[in-house]
């Protein structure tokens, strides 16, 4: 059985979205509200998301959420968005290391903050030693070291084919060791010593907080977990090409923005 082939954001979803009793807006960032860049940390929300965001957090009974495969410090960074332990209503809610790390104190799908334990931090350790090694098969491989994951990103990689072959070689040499996670995302292998995925914690969240609706958007594989656990009353939109969970579709950030704005200008007007 295939699944429907996404449409676009409707007239009606908006509409639908924008009357929302309350309403989540859990969304992605990197190639979602803001476009890729060969330097991580150049990256900022591109001005149309930026701007609707900043007008959708002010709204009443709307929560922002972003909700990253990075850590805290980098979402700081490119979002301009504090980690708060307990944000207020107009506050932007930052969850990174795909929900493994909450800004909010205590909010995390288990009820309390992820630590490591020794064996943990032990394998932790293991997994840096074996993406660096493979890291070294090219100058534009890199490793991404991030509290409970390392990822070896190849999208810089000066020989295309030396970063497939260490991110395979990456995959076979950690395949075997108890407790790691794999998640394959846009030209990135990461590797974490934690199950957290985005659709669990988004799916704890909802749980916890009860929207009226949530809208998911997101364009990598990683973000499909989040999508798939998406309730009937809720939107999922994917951002670019590949198969999806999603019931509609958007090109890239800019057509995202502007979907964000058309929810902001629509809830604007039926909050006030």
Known sequence: MTSPVPGPVTDADIADLASAPSLLLALDVDGTLADFSTDPLSVRLVPGSDRAVNI???????????LSGRDLKQLRIITGFDPLDTPGPDDVRLVGSHGAEPAEKDADSDGATDVLTTEQ???????????EEQAERDEGLWVEYKPFSRGLHRR???DAA???AATAALREAVKDLPGVHLTDGKMILEVAVTDMTKGRYLEWF???????????????TTDETALRVL???DLGVKVGEGETAASRRVADTTEVAEVLLRIAAARGETRQ
């Open 56 to 66: 959708l957090r002010r709204l009443p009974d709307t929560t922002v959420m972003l």
């Open 121 to 131: 931090k032990d394998l932790l350790e293991r997994i840096t030693a074996l993406a």
């Open 156 to 158: 810089t990689a000066v």
């Open 162 to 164: 030396a970063g497939e």
């Open 206 to 220: 909802t749980g916890a907080t009860a929207p009226e609706k949530v809208l998911f958007m997101g364009d990598d």
């Open 231 to 233: 309730r009937p009353q």
